[in-house]
């Protein structure tokens, strides 16, 4: 992993031999997963240190829920939430993520120790942010974004949802690399559940390879969202509550990390750390039988087609180490 200055805090964007996993931990009384479990800070603090012993590699803490509907907290009462916690968890060695849309709070964050910025808005919800970022040369995580979510899910209408998303968040890197902040610490996020429509999360999915395109590592963050109560429940069925999408979300992950993410996060770790790590393994496996004198031929790959590649070309992974509610 990358250089620790001190304890927890990061310098450069956190790099690991594999898809890492992200645990969150949201002090907030009405996120949509979760709201109220961890409003304390002791037991915020308590929690994020069980998601490092569950298998997190990093942890992203928030104070403001972005689910459809939900009001704005003002800015002294998301720093009260945020910036012990995050204190707390760097004070213990753990990589802290802020989870946050106001330049303040990530100013404030990484002075308490935290190693990144994860702003869904993308730096689009306070001019000020892309500045901040790059003046603390931290990484930043740019999401697809289309605005708050307040009236609900807005303008979650596409002609080509794989083609817009990547093309509005070439923009918004563009924005932040022209704003001062080092291209290899940007990492993007397709922005699952946030202003999309459960068809367009799976298009999404089923097309991380465009994403991978734009030349930065990934975030991949579907835990628990409305898309995956949809998937699960059917066509008649009603979808299940949030917290009964753990499995659901651990498979994708396991698909995200085999398509090369830099990270998935989540709420409930250990199911997704296992799955990244079955997804390795798989992989490792793979890779083997790529390589020249490695054992036997596989008797079910796919003969030589003229260009001398064998079968789908396994995609490369990013070159650097890379919320549906359109809820965090």
Request: aromatic share 4%; hydrophobic share 45%.
């Amino acid at each position: 992993m990358s250089k620790q200055s001190g304890r927890g805090r990061v310098v450069g964007l956190p790099q690991w031999d594999r898809c890492a996993v992200m645990g969150v931990v949201n002090v907030t009384p009405d996120s949509f997963s979760d709201g109220g479990r961890w409003f304390d800070t002791t037991a915020a603090v308590k929690h994020g240190l069980h998601l490092v012993a569950e298998g997190a590699d990093l942890v992203d803490v928030g104070g403001e829920s972005t689910r459809p509907g939900a009001t704005r907290v003002d800015e002294a009462e998301e720093l009260r939430r945020v910036v012990p916690v995050v204190r707390g968890l760097a004070s213990e060695g753990v990589v802290v993520s802020v989870d946050t849309m106001r330049a303040s709070v990530a100013a404030r964050a990484l002075a308490a120790g935290a190693a990144l910025v994860n702003d869904v808005s993308g730096g689009l919800a306070d001019p000020a942010m892309i500045p901040a970022v790059a003046d603390a040369g931290a990484p930043f995580v740019v999401m697809h974004w289309r605005g708050f979510l307040e009236g609900g899910n807005v303008r979650g209408v596409y002609a080509d949802v794989v083609a817009e998303v990547v093309d509005e968040l070439h923009a918004r890197v563009d924005a932040v690399l022209a704003g001062g902040v080092s291209p290899d610490r940007i990492v993007v996020d397709p922005g699952l559940g946030f202003s999309k429509e459960a068809d367009h999360d799976l298009s999404l999915l089923a097309h991380l390879d465009r994403l991978h395109a734009l030349g930065h590592p990934l975030l991949v963050a579907a835990s628990r969202k409305r898309f995956l109560g949809r998937v699960l429940a059917g066509p008649e069925g009603a979808p299940p509550p949030a917290r009964e999408r753990d499995a659901a979300t651990a498979a994708v992950s396991a698909l995200a990390a085999q398509a090369g993410a830099w990270a998935v996060r989540v709420h409930e770790v250990r199911a997704t750390a296992d799955a990244v790590q079955v997804a390795r393994a798989v992989e490792g496996a793979r890779e083997e039988r790529r390589t020249p004198g490695a054992g036997a031929p596989d008797p079910v790959r796919p003969a030589t087609d003229a260009s001398g590649a064998h079968g789908r070309p396994h995609a490369p992974a990013p070159s650097h180490p890379p919320r549906a509610e359109g809820a965090r």
